[in-house]
């Protein structure tokens, strides 16, 4: 049985997901890198579950852009 979180985070609001979702837009075009369906994913404050989510939609792309992002990534780890 696991104990409780001294300090737990807050629920995330659409507003944190969209300032995360800015930053990571940010972080990726500083790199080449655009991601068209980066996005808030809306329904996840809906559902059911309490408390929500608050998920990020990083969508599709395209083999290059993919790639791209790996070699990124690749040399961000060292």
């Excluded at 049985?1 to 075009?29: G, I």
């Excluded at 579950?49 to 990020?56: A, D, N, S, T, Y």
Aim: proline content about 13%.
């Amino acid at each position: 049985m696991q104990s409780p979180k001294s300090n737990p985070e807050p629920s995330p609001t659409p507003f944190d997901v969209t300032l995360c979702v800015e930053e990571l837009r940010d972080a990726l075009a500083a790199h080449g890198i655009t991601l068209p369906s980066l996005g808030v994913d809306l329904p996840s404050f809906a559902a059911a579950r309490r408390p929500p989510v608050g998920l990020v939609v990083l969508g599709n792309c395209n083999i290059p852009t993919a790639r791209k992002l790996a070699a990124v990534l690749r040399e961000a780890a060292g």
